[in-house]
């Protein structure tokens, strides 16, 4: 279900006005260790399930490609740079978290060309029945995303591992009620306010996003203010 997202997508003011959010049952809190956190790019993992991942202080992330192709026209950064740039980040963020010894593999597989059966394999080998895997949700709308859905979907239903899919870009071009959304499947997890601080703190470890990289159009940032809105909400989302 790959979308266009361009412009500037749903404001967040219309998502957290939408009586249903309230309304979503409660996400238990209870993995039978540290979880398995897959990410397409570098800050999903932060953007998606930041909160959560301050929460349980302990996971192991697979970081699927370096994020490199996030500036593909760039005039200050070379695609090599900024895959070691992100990296860097990444290891930032997790430690501002309070996930400083998390273990992070790096697969380093193309930005916006993931083998799907390799990476299905890659995560086989790492879950085991009931390990809960936290990866973008299968219908988020970028290709890499949808990618690391299905794959972490092929891998749990292989190992028996809880599958749990967190949504980064559907908050972008989805509208509340929208029918191809799996609403109920969503399940909330309201985040205390060191757990919040944590994220928002993990969030800013992420300059090469956040904030322009030049003057030029081709640097400018990736997760401007409004995008950013919609992972300062004081919950979380996933589909369970």
């Known amino acids: 279900m790959v979308t266009v997202i361009e412009g500037a997508g749903t404001d967040d003011t219309r998502w957290r006005s939408w009586p249903t ?3 979503w049952p409660a996400l238990t809190v209870d993995p039978p260790g540290p979880p398995l956190v897959v990410a397409p790019h570098p800050d999903d993992e932060v953007l998606g399930v930041g909160g959560l991942l301050a929460l349980l202080g302990d996971a192991e992330v ?7 192709a996030s500036h593909p026209g760039s005039t ?10 992100r990296r860097e980040e990444t290891a930032e963020a997790l ?20 083998d799907e059966d390799a990476l299905t394999a890659a995560l ?14 299968r219908g988020d709308g970028h290709p890499d995303h949808e990618s690391v859905g299905r794959a972490a979907a092929a891998a749990c ?18 509208q509340p009620g929208d029918d191809r959304v799996p609403w109920d499947r969503a399940r909330r997890l309201d985040l205390p306010s060191a757990a919040r601080h944590a994220k928002e703190a993990a969030i800013q470890a992420f300059p090469s996003q956040i904030a322009d990289l030049g003057p030029e159009p081709a640097d400018a940032a990736i997760l401007p203010p409004h ?8 919950f979380e989302v996933v589909f369970a």
């Not at 995008?227 to 004081?234: D, I, N």
């Open 21 to 23: 959010v309230g309304g």
């Open 76 to 85: 200050v950064h070379t695609q090599a740079e900024l895959a070691a740039l």
């Open 157 to 174: 239903a292989a190992t028996g591992a809880r599958l749990l899919e967190y949504p980064i870009w559907t908050w972008h071009w989805a």
């Open 62 to 68: 697979v970081a699927v490609t370096d994020g490199e």
């Open 124 to 137: 086989t080998e790492r879950l085991t029945p009931g390990r809960w895997c936290l990866a973008t949700w």
């Open 227 to 234: 995008v950013l809105a919609r992972f300062r909400r004081p």
């Open 95 to 114: 430690r501002r978290l309070g996930l400083g010894r998390t273990a992070v593999v790096h697969l380093g597989q193309p930005d916006g060309g993931i």
